[in-house]
């Protein structure tokens, strides 16, 4: 085998040329130092210099800060427009853009310890609606909350209750897009003042002028303060219910006839609804109940059955039990969004010392896992090549790895791509 070199100015990764010009024609760049400021007189880089660094980091396959220097600063050197900076840069972003950990002493004497970055939230939202991906004029959208926690054995997390030391941030999703994230130390439960932050994800979006017609949570939400919140802030909400004796036994008075046979997909089991009041409260709920046989034949001491139980609690009479089952269901698309954040942007690998930087660090990422699925939308809107339901590894493989480089011709710069590709639908004139 024989082998010769070139001195061409080539890059391996000529596709991010894309979408660098994408972002910056569509004011998203803009939209971030309009919003986030200045930084000092003594910092040569931008804040969206910092964004864009960042957000190139994952574009190009790596997983940490410092693989701008030790893998990619000379291909982004070739990319028009672009200041690159150093790890060193970027970090320093990160912790200017933290806020403050407040800590909450629990009625039983244990420190709890939140941070609450609203202004990263709201750029986070305010991008989302500046791309389009959520229209201020659309009321009709399903927020998802869950509690998601990331095992990392940095300076001030503490043990979980996986056993684990770690975070457990809260977070909200519209569809694939993140719209809230709230850190939250492990030891700190799912339930424990959840309603605040629920309160402050609402407000947020309700800032943005978007609306939310359905909100859906596992049991953690299953709180009197949640239910009456979420039925002020939504027209209907799909909660899983906590059982308790009272529930299981009413559920286990619930008339064989009653029961009607479902398939859900590949799965099959039985349905049945009461009208159930739950904390010993005045008001009253539509509680949907599935029921599917148990494999172990082990008989509930309530229902007297060997079935297993769960149940949705809703103030929807509208929809059918199957319509509502099927429905909450659906929320485990959110175990794909943060498994995409866990492998794709970073949150397996949280770089920073403390909480609130590494919730910084989570806003930030999020913001660029959101721009991802905004450029995956536009460019596989042209190239029959590209899909929107691409996973990040794919995308770079597909689109982004193409050997390229700049030319001058005709008095002009001209991207030459060393590929049988056609990529020319997606330039810009």
């Not at 509690?147 to 909200?172: F, H, P, V």
């Not at 003042?193 to 407000?203: K, V």
């Not at 009607?260 to 039985?270: D, F, I, W």
């Amino acid at each position: 085998m024989k082998i010769t070199y070139s001195k061409e100015q080539i890059t391996a990764f000529g596709g991010f040329n894309f979408c660098h010009s994408l972002l910056a024609k569509k004011g998203v760049y803009n939209l971030i130092d309009k919003f986030l400021g200045k930084r000092v007189k003594t910092e040569g880089f931008t804040y969206s210099d910092i964004f864009a660094n960042h957000l190139a980091i994952f574009l190009h396959g790596g997983d940490c800060v410092e693989d701008v220097n030790a893998h990619l600063k000379a291909s982004l050197q070739k990319v028009k427009k672009f200041n690159v900076c150093s790890p060193d840069t970027i970090f320093r972003g990160i912790k200017e853009l933290a806020t403050p950990t407040e800590p909450h002493i629990s009625a039983n004497g244990i420190r709890h310890e939140f941070n609450i970055n609203l202004p990263l939230n709201s750029l986070l939202i305010k991008v989302l609606t500046h791309t389009k991906q959520l229209d201020k004029n659309n009321k009709n959208y399903t927020l998802d909350y869950d509690n998601q926690i990331i095992e990392t054995n940095k300076y001030d997390a503490k043990k979980t209750y996986k056993k684990c030391k770690g975070y457990q941030s809260g977070i909200a999703t519209i569809a694939k897009n993140i719209v809230y994230i709230e850190g939250r130390n492990g030891n700190s439960p799912a339930k424990y003042l959840q309603d605040e932050t629920l309160d402050r994800t609402f407000s947020l979006l309700e800032n943005e002028g978007i609306g939310i017609k359905r909100f859906r949570a596992d049991s953690a939400s299953f709180q009197k303060k949640i239910l009456d919140l979420v039925s002020q802030k939504c027209d209907t909400f799909y909660i899983r219910a906590s059982k308790c004796a009272n529930m299981d036994y009413l559920i286990g008075q619930i008339p064989a006839k009653k029961w009607k046979k479902t398939r859900l997909g590949t799965q099959e089991m039985e349905l049945a609804e009461i009208l159930y009041t739950p904390f010993q409260g005045k008001k009253s709920y539509r509680l949907v109940v599935s029921r599917i046989k148990g494999t172990d034949k082990q008989m509930d001491i309530f229902s007297k059955s060997s079935y297993m139980y769960r149940a949705v609690i809703s103030n929807d009479y509208q929809w059918t039990n199957a319509q509502i089952t099927s429905f909450y269901n659906q929320r485990g698309s959110a175990e794909k969004t943060f498994d995409s954040m866990n492998n794709d942007f970073g949150w397996a690998k949280l770089p920073c010392s403390f909480l609130n930087q590494n919730t910084s660090f989570m806003l930030m990422t999020a913001i660029y896992a959101n721009l991802y699925q905004f450029i995956l939308a536009e460019f596989s809107g042209k190239l029959p090549w590209l899909s929107t339901s691409f996973r990040l590894k794919k995308f770079i493989f597909r689109f982004i790895t193409v050997p390229a480089k700049w030319i001058r011709t005709a008095g002009q710069e001209v991207l030459k791509l060393y590929t049988s590709k056609d990529y020319s639908p997606i330039i810009f004139g």
